[in-house]
C-alpha cells in the first residue's frame, strides 16, 4: 500500500489551512519560517526582534489566508507580507529618515563582489548602514522592487528612493574598499 502524504500537495494545504486546520497551518509554518526569517533577518538587526516580526507576519498571513487568490506563489505572497511588516515595525520604533538630495545618475554603479566575504559579513555590512539607505537598498537590490514601488511603500518620492539607493551603494562600496576588498563595477541604471 502507497501512502500519500497530504503535505506534498500545497493547493490542498492551503485550503485546509483557510479553513482552520491547525495541522496545515503548522506546517507552513514550518516550512516558510525558516526563509521568511531571513527576510525580516534582512531588515531588523536583532534576530529577537526579527523573529517578533516573523510571528506577526505569520499572524496576519493566517488572519488574510482568504485573500491569496493563488495567483502567484505563496511564498512570494508571504515574503510581501514580511517585507510589509519589517517596514511597519521599523517604523514604530523611530521615524526613518531620508535624505532628499538628488545624487548624480553617472556615479550610480552596481558592485560585483570577488572576495571571499561571507553572507554573514555582507548582512552586518548592510546592516550599518543608515536604515533609510539600508531599506531602500534591500527593498530594490535584493527585494527587486522598482523605484516606484518603493516611493509608495516608504510615503517617498521616486527621487528620494533612487538617492538613497546610490547613497547605500555608494556607502557599501567605500566601506568594501576599506576592507581591502576587490570589486568590479558596472555600469547600470536604475
Given at each position: 500500500?502507497?501512502?500519500?502524504?497530504?503535505?506534498?500537495?500545497?493547493?490542498?494545504?492551503?485550503?485546509?489551512?483557510?479553513?482552520?486546520?491547525?495541522?496545515?497551518?503548522?506546517?507552513?509554518?514550518?516550512?516558510?519560517?525558516?526563509?521568511?526569517?531571513?527576510?525580516?533577518?534582512?531588515?531588523?538587526?536583532?534576530?529577537?526582534?526579527?523573529?517578533?516580526?516573523?510571528?506577526?507576519?505569520?499572524?496576519?498571513?493566517?488572519?488574510?489566508?482568504?485573500?491569496?487568490?493563488?495567483?502567484?506563489?505563496?511564498?512570494?505572497?508571504?515574503?510581501?507580507?514580511?517585507?510589509?511588516?519589517?517596514?511597519?515595525?521599523?517604523?514604530?520604533?523611530?521615524?526613518?529618515?531620508?535624505?532628499?538630495?538628488?545624487?548624480?545618475?553617472?556615479?550610480?554603479?552596481?558592485?560585483?563582489?570577488?572576495?571571499d566575504?561571507d553572507?554573514?559579513?555582507?548582512?552586518?555590512?548592510?546592516?550599518?548602514?543608515?536604515?533609510?539607505?539600508?531599506?531602500?537598498?534591500?527593498?530594490?537590490?535584493?527585494?527587486?522592487?522598482?523605484?516606484?514601488?518603493?516611493?509608495?511603500?516608504?510615503?517617498?518620492?521616486?527621487?528620494?528612493?533612487?538617492?538613497?539607493l546610490?547613497?547605500?551603494?555608494?556607502?557599501?562600496?567605500?566601506?568594501?574598499?576599506?576592507?581591502?576588498?576587490?570589486?568590479?563595477?558596472?555600469?547600470?541604471?536604475?
Amino acid at each position: 500500500m502507497k501512502i500519500i502524504s497530504f503535505y506534498n500537495n500545497e493547493k490542498l494545504l492551503l485550503k485546509k489551512a483557510k479553513s482552520g486546520d491547525a495541522q496545515a497551518q503548522k506546517w507552513l509554518y514550518n516550512r516558510y519560517a525558516p526563509m521568511m526569517l531571513s527576510v525580516c533577518r534582512q531588515y531588523i538587526k536583532d534576530l529577537h526582534f526579527a523573529e517578533d516580526v516573523m510571528v506577526s507576519g505569520f499572524v496576519k498571513v493566517f488572519k488574510y489566508l482568504d485573500s491569496f487568490r493563488q495567483e502567484g506563489s505563496f511564498e512570494g505572497w508571504i515574503r510581501r507580507i514580511m517585507v510589509r511588516e519589517s517596514i511597519t515595525y521599523l517604523r514604530s520604533r523611530q521615524p526613518l529618515v531620508y535624505d532628499d538630495e538628488v545624487c548624480e545618475r553617472s556615479a550610480d554603479k552596481q558592485i560585483s563582489i570577488t572576495s571571499d566575504l561571507d553572507l554573514e559579513q555582507i548582512q552586518l555590512l548592510i546592516d550599518a548602514l543608515p536604515e533609510g539607505y539600508k531599506m531602500v537598498f534591500i527593498l530594490y537590490a535584493i527585494e527587486g522592487y522598482s523605484h516606484r514601488e518603493i516611493a509608495d511603500m516608504l510615503g517617498v518620492t521616486e527621487s528620494t528612493s533612487k538617492s538613497q539607493l546610490f547613497k547605500a551603494r555608494k556607502m557599501l562600496q567605500q566601506k568594501l574598499s576599506e576592507l581591502g576588498v576587490r570589486n568590479k563595477s558596472k555600469g547600470g541604471g536604475n
